[in-house]
């Protein structure tokens, strides 16, 4: 255990049976907000309670020397006064749900003493009696937005993969600048911790090579990956989780980018968006994450579809 006892503060420990943690950042690997908003919204949706916390110091610049906005934090004044102001956190919540329990933790990705802070951070996972955790992520790549996302996992131990291969990802042989996760991956593997990253694959669309005016197309907040990141969450921890309206929204957000695209095609011809979107559509391996519950769930909603037509 770490002495900067002062930097990590638990005020409060799971009593459940079993314990989780899902962990996501303000950081590099955050595409359609799948580390920070999507924690933000679990936190938000069970009611969780704050429990802890790793204090700022140590581990963030305000300001990059040479840039003006690149690191410094936002204020919000109104008439001279301050009304807002960014604070960099790093924060547990818990929610019980029965004998099992999650622990959500939302932070800032440090910019300064990774080692430290991944210290401080693993020793919470130990603390609070963690079984397993699942730290998210999202980068942004050329793929049907109308389609499942492809899931890649990263973990901390070879014992975790015959597992993994049950959930439909993929693992890359990617080399280069680290994630925040793999880096906690790394060293929670040094600790017997288990640990797994898994990084969704989020539609983004480049028009910049054929076009000056428009730019390209992307997803901000992509509810479709939110969604299949969690079916698959849902079922490795055996939790009771409504994820009705990520599903929902998900199929608001893909008809939503049906118009916007039907609306480039009308206005630019010279994009060819349908012909690139068939293109993509074309030479995508989907993996669907068909679980026997979901399966069986499925072909009784279809059954009674049919007896009550």
Same mark, same amino acid.
């Given at each position: 255990?770490?002495?900067?006892? &002062?930097?990590?503060?638990? =005020?409060?420990?799971?009593?459940?049976? !079993?314990?989780?943690?899902?962990?996501?950042?303000?950081?590099?690997?955050?595409?359609?907000?799948?580390?920070?908003?999507?924690?933000?919204?679990?936190? &938000?949706?069970?009611?969780?309670?704050? +429990?802890?916390? +790793?204090?700022?110091?140590?581990?963030?610049?305000?300001?990059?020397?040479?840039?003006?906005?690149?690191?410094?934090?936002?204020?919000?004044?109104?008439?001279?006064?301050?009304?807002?102001?960014?604070?960099?956190?790093?924060?547990?919540?818990? =929610?019980?749900? $029965?004998?099992?329990?999650?622990?959500?933790?939302?932070?800032?990705?440090?910019?300064?003493?990774?080692?430290?802070?991944?210290?401080?951070?693993?020793?919470?996972?130990?603390?609070?009696?963690?079984?397993?955790?699942?730290?998210?992520?999202?980068?942004?790549?050329?793929?049907?937005?109308?389609r499942e996302r492809e899931i890649h996992a990263i973990y901390s131990l070879p014992r975790l993969k015959p597992e993994l291969d049950?959930?439909?990802?993929?693992?890359?042989?990617?080399?280069? $600048?680290?994630? +925040?996760?793999?880096?906690?991956?790394?060293?929670?593997?040094?600790?017997?911790?288990?640990?797994?990253?898994?990084?969704?694959?989020?539609?983004?669309?480049?028009?910049?090579?054929?076009s000056n005016q428009v730019q390209g197309l992307r997803i901000e907040n992509d509810f479709q990956a939110w969604f299949d990141v969690m079916r698959r +969450?849902?079922?490795?921890? &055996?939790?009771?989780?409504?994820?009705?309206?990520? !599903?929902?929204?998900?199929? !608001?957000?893909?008809? *939503?980018? &049906?118009?916007?695209?039907?609306?480039? *095609?009308?206005?630019?011809?010279?994009?060819?968006?349908?012909?690139?979107?068939?293109?993509?559509?074309?030479?995508?391996?989907?993996?669907?994450?068909?679980?026997?519950?979901?399966?069986?769930?499925? !072909?009784?909603?279809?059954?009674?579809?049919?007896?009550?037509?």
């Open positions: 255990m770490n002495d900067n006892n &002062d930097l990590l503060q638990l =005020w409060q420990h799971p009593d459940t049976d !079993e314990t989780y943690m899902l962990a996501g950042w303000r950081q590099w690997a955050d595409a359609g907000n799948m580390s920070s908003g999507l924690v933000q919204h679990l936190i &938000d949706q069970t009611a969780a309670t704050r +429990i802890g916390l +790793i204090k700022p110091t140590h581990f963030y610049l305000f300001q990059a020397p040479g840039t003006h906005h690149f690191l410094r934090p936002d204020v919000a004044l109104e008439e001279g006064l301050i009304k807002s102001h960014d604070v960099r956190r790093n924060e547990f919540h818990y =929610w019980r749900h $029965g004998r099992k329990g999650v622990v959500f933790f939302l932070g800032d990705e440090p910019h300064l003493n990774a080692e430290l802070y991944a210290e401080l951070w693993l020793d919470a996972v130990e603390a609070l009696g963690i079984r397993r955790v699942i730290c998210l992520g999202g980068v942004y790549g050329s793929m049907p937005y109308d049950r959930y439909a990802v993929k693992y890359s042989n990617y080399q280069g $600048g680290s994630t +925040i996760g793999a880096y906690l991956a790394y060293h929670a593997g040094q600790r017997g911790i288990e640990l797994v990253d898994l990084y969704a694959f989020v539609p983004a669309y480049d028009f910049s090579q054929v +969450i849902r079922h490795m921890f &055996d939790l009771e989780l409504d994820l009705s309206e990520l !599903e929902t929204r998900g199929l !608001e957000m893909a008809s *939503s980018l &049906d118009s916007q695209v039907e609306e480039l *095609s009308r206005r630019y011809p010279k994009l060819k968006v349908r012909e690139l979107m068939q293109q993509i559509s074309d030479s995508y391996e989907e993996m669907p994450f068909m679980p026997l519950d979901d399966l069986l769930a499925r !072909e009784l909603g279809d059954l009674l579809d049919g007896l009550s037509s």
